[in-house]
C-alpha cells in the first residue's frame, strides 16, 4: 500500500512558479505521474517519470514550463512549474503505479494509488 500527498499549491500571478511536492508512504519504486482537473473537464496527463528517474514524458501543454523530478531515497517527487498561466488552473494530483512503456504514463487506469489532490490557481 501506498500513502500519497501533495502539496505547494496556491495562488498565483501569470508568470509565477509553484513547486508541487508529492510525499509517498511505503514503496517507492513505482513510475510516478502528475495528473490536473480543472472545473468541469477531465482529468488530464501532464507529466511522468520512471521508477528510477530516467525517462520522463510530459504533454505538450506543459513542455518546456514543467519540470519532473524525484527522490526516491526520500520518497519525494516534485513538480515544478514555470511561466504558469490562468489555463493551468486546476487540482493536481500526483499517481504511482507500474507504468512500463511511453503510452502507459498517459493512461490514469495504469496508476494504481492517488493522492488528495492540492490546488493551483494562477490569476490573470
Known amino acids: 500500500q501506498v500513502h500519497l500527498v501533495e502539496s505547494g499549491g496556491g495562488l498565483v500571478q501569470a508568470g509565477d512558479s509553484l513547486r508541487l511536492s508529492c510525499a509517498a508512504s511505503g514503496r517507492s519504486f513505482y513510475a510516478m505521474g502528475w495528473f490536473r482537473q480543472a472545473p468541469g473537464k477531465e482529468r488530464e496527463f501532464i507529466v511522468g517519470?520512471?521508477?528510477?528517474?530516467?525517462?520522463?514524458y510530459y504533454a505538450d501543454s506543459v513542455q518546456d514550463r514543467f519540470t519532473i523530478s524525484r527522490v526516491n531515497n526520500k520518497n519525494l517527487v516534485y513538480l515544478q512549474m514555470d511561466s504558469l498561466k490562468p489555463e493551468d488552473t486546476a487540482v493536481y494530483y500526483c499517481a504511482a503505479g507500474d507504468a512500463s512503456y511511453y503510452s502507459d504514463y498517459g493512461r490514469p487506469e495504469k496508476y494504481k494509488y492517488w493522492g488528495q489532490g492540492t490546488q493551483v490557481t494562477v490569476s490573470s
Open positions: 517519470i520512471s521508477w528510477n528517474g530516467d525517462s520522463t
